[in-house]
């Protein structure tokens, strides 16, 4: 089990996080490069503002893929397989690779472009698939911790691109089109690893009607005496659904049986992307610097922050399945509550007393750390518990469109947040934080050691009434 998470996140969501974060460290080398290939091109000097136009569409046409991956993970899940979509989908990281490296040599920008967007499609077919696999192949104590493989692979991601996007690495000028093009290498040992693992078992029985292949991959995944307890679950699944085909996403807008499930899954997933993570990565540098970090440490002392992330998500993963969702996920957002507070007030009397900015910047490690104890890990393992097999694979398809709209619409309006309100944007972000646990709290019931079958149940009463 823990072999095979490993061989899922290395070509799922550890691909999103590493391409999220390796795109920042060569910014000034894809500017000279962009400001040498048009004037080699077009012989005059490429304009400021057509510059930071074609740095824009670079940043954020891999949103633009990731929503496109989003779309197509479901349907990519459901015809070839968990594990079929997730090998298919390396095909699409290493040609991205390819383009994005032969970008600067051939001169062409428009490479990089499309190698960006590729790249895109990859990370949200991984965001939506990972998850999937992992929480039908976990058995009900362990669904938890190794659900939390994705949160574990994504923030490890992040902090491996940057430690490869160092400038003493691949982040000086001459390497820059192989930082880019280092994608590849997770995607080649997905496709090295990943055939050794069973398909998924529900996927087997419930989908493919396969119960001799589901067996067997049981007695893989849980060894041969404990695998019949699992099988029995996934036949009374099996047996409920009726032969029910798998849904498409505009079917569950309509199916009332799930729609508070749906409501939960849109509401936490836009509550991860509007939580403020984002403005906290974005005031790191200011306040590193307010703290007398010099210009040239402050990517070593950001690596503090990639540290953090990585090392909550381990932390949520044990404690997931024994103090359970709905505490660390509310507890999550209180506390970023809370701290969003402190940082409005230290971020406005930032220059008045010399100790400020060290307040700043243990409040900003403690927002981090507490996004990863909560709805940065606990998001998406709920998105694989509240709802059954025929319905899972539209709502991750949903989750993830909202995700990548969340996440290109933060991109675009942030800046002009942040610029209007400065400091006080974090009120904002207190407003959001709160909102989203109170929701929690009235809705999301605990579905720790439950089947899915029985979480269904509890949401019975919410979808069709007290009296049903």
Known sequence: LFLAVCAVGIGGTFQYGYNVSIINAPTQHIHKFLNETWTSRYHKALNPSLLTFLWSVIASIFSLGGLCGALMGGSMAICLGRKGALLMNNIIAILASILMGISFPTGLFELLIAGRFLIGINSGIGICVQPLYIGEVAPKHLRGGMAMGTSIFLTGGILTGQIIGLRELLGGEVYWPLLLSSSCLPAFAQLLFLPWFPESPRYLLIDRGDELSCAKALKRFHGSPEYQQEMEDIQRECFALDGEKPKKPWQLFSDRGVKWQLITVIVMTVGQQLSGINAIYFYATYIFEQAGISTEKIPYVTLGTGACECL???????????????????????????????????????????????????????????????????????????????????????????SWVSFFTIGMLFPFIVNGLKQYCFLVFLLECSSVAAFIFLVIPETKNKSFLEIKKEFHKLNFGRNS
């Open 312 to 402: 909550t998500a381990l932390t949520c993963g044990l404690l997931i399945d024994y103090v359970g969702r709905r505490y660390l996920i509310i507890g999550g957002y209180l506390l970023m509550t809370f701290w969003s507070i402190v940082l409005t007030f230290s971020l406005t009397y930032q220059e008045l007393y010399s100790w400020v900015p060290y307040v700043s910047m243990a409040a900003i490690f403690a927002f981090i750390l507490s996004f990863g104890l909560g709805p940065g890990g606990i998001t998406n393992t709920l998105t694989a518990e509240l709802f059954i097999q025929s319905s899972r694979p539209a709502a991750y398809m949903i989750a993830g469109a909202v």
